[in-house]
C-alpha cells in the first residue's frame, strides 16, 4: 500500500475552475474521504489522482512517485465506480478473475486468488453465477473483489453504495470498514453523505466550489469547524449562526445585540467544556458522545 500527497493541485475545463489548488496528504493504510455536496470537486479530485484525469496544475505523488501526468494503467490503482461497471457476458468468476487475466498470470494462480478474494467478501457460493440477477449487494461485493484481486498500491471508490438502498448501504458500509481493517489498504472514498463519511473514515477532506475547506479526523471537524460552511454542512441539525456587523475593539471580549452581551469564544476553555460536556452525557444517559450538541458563535469584524 501507499502514502498519497497531492500539492497544489487544480483542474480547470476551458474557463471553469473545478478544483483549486488543493493540498493534502493522505497515509498509508488510512481509510481517507473526500466529502462534500454536489459539484464541490470532490470526484474530479478522485479522478485525477486515479489518472482518469490530468491535473491542470500541481503534483500527485502515490507511494513517493510523481504520476501527475500519467496514466491509470501506470499508477497500480484499483476503481470502484458508483453503478458497479461490471461485465454483463460473464459470470461472477470471470469478472474478478479478469485484471488478472489481462496481466498473463498463470491459470491455477488466478484461481486460488479468486478462490481467496470471494472467501473474504463471503461470495465463495455465488461464483459461477452470472451477475445480471444477483442483488445489488452481491453486485457491489463483486466490483470490490475485481479492485481487490490485484492487490494494488490504492483503492479509489466513487460513491460505491449510492446506488444501494438504505438498508444495504448502511450493511455495506459496516462490511467496507471492516474489509479495509483487514487489508490494512490504503483507500479513497467520495461520498455527499455526512454521516458515512464521520462513520467510516480515518480523516476527512471537507471542500466545497473546488476548494479544500477543512482537512481533519472526524471528530475536530464535527467539533472544530474552520469554516462557516463545514459547520453548517456537519451535523444534523445543523449549527445555528448569529450575524453580528459593528466595530470590536481590540481586546473587547464581548459584543452586545439589543440588551444582550454575547462573550467572545475563549477556544481552549470551550473545548475543556465541551469535553466535559460529553463525558457527562455518557455518564448520565449511556449516549453516543456524537449526539452532543456544538455551538459557535462567530464574531467578524466588518471592514
Not at 483549486?20 to 485525477?48: A, N, V, W, Y
Not at 486515479?50 to 505523488?61: D, F, K, R, V
Not at 476548494?211 to 481533519?216: A, D, I, L, N, S
Amino acid at each position: 500500500m501507499a502514502q498519497i500527497r497531492i500539492e497544489n493541485v487544480r483542474k480547470e475545463f476551458g474557463s471553469f475552475t473545478a478544483v483549486q489548488s488543493s493540498t493534502f496528504t493522505i497515509e498509508d493504510g488510512e481509510f481517507f474521504m473526500l466529502l462534500g455536496p454536489s459539484g464541490c470537486g470532490k470526484t474530479t479530485t478522485l479522478r485525477m489522482m486515479a489518472g482518469l484525469e490530468l491535473p491542470t496544475s500541481g503534483q500527485i505523488y502515490i507511494d513517493g512517485e510523481e504520476v501527475g501526468q500519467k496514466p491509470a494503467s501506470q499508477r497500480d490503482i484499483a476503481f470502484v465506480f458508483q453503478m458497479f461497471a461490471l461485465y454483463p457476458h460473464m459470470n461472477v468468476r470471470g469478472n474478478i478473475s479478469y485484471p488478472l487475466k489481462s496481466q498473463g498470470m498463470p491459470s491455477a494462480q488466478i484461481k486460488a486468488k479468486v478462490g481467496e478474494v470471494a472467501e473474504i467478501l463471503g461470495i465463495a457460493d455465488i461464483l459461477d453465477r452470472p451477475v445480471g440477477g444477483l442483488s445489488g449487494g452481491d453486485r457491489q461485493r463483486v466490483a470490490l473483489g475485481r479492485a481487490i484481486v490485484r492487490d494494488p498500491k490504492a483503492f479509489f471508490m466513487d460513491e460505491p453504495l449510492g446506488a444501494l438502498d438504505a438498508e444495504f448501504r448502511e450493511r455495506m458500509s459496516e462490511e467496507l470498514r471492516a474489509l479495509h481493517d483487514r487489508m490494512n489498504a490504503t483507500t479513497v472514498y467520495v461520498t455527499h453523505d455526512q454521516l458515512e463519511a464521520m462513520q467510516m473514515g480515518d480523516k476527512i477532506v471537507v471542500m466545497n466550489h473546488g476548494v479544500v475547506e477543512q482537512f481533519g479526523v472526524p471528530q475536530d471537524i464535527y467539533d472544530w469547524p474552520a469554516t462557516k460552511f463545514v459547520a453548517e454542512f456537519i451535523g444534523s441539525p445543523p449549527m445555528n449562526f448569529l450575524d453580528f456587523e459593528g466595530m470590536i475593539e481590540a481586546g473587547q471580549d464581548e459584543v452586545r445585540l439589543g440588551d444582550a452581551a454575547i462573550a467572545r469564544a475563549d477556544t481552549e476553555r470551550a473545548e475543556r467544556e465541551a469535553a466535559k460536556d460529553r463525558s457527562q452525557l455518557l455518564d448520565d444517559k449511556g449516549a453516543d458522545a456524537n449526539d452532543a450538541t456544538s455551538k459557535i458563535v462567530s464574531i467578524r469584524s466588518k471592514t
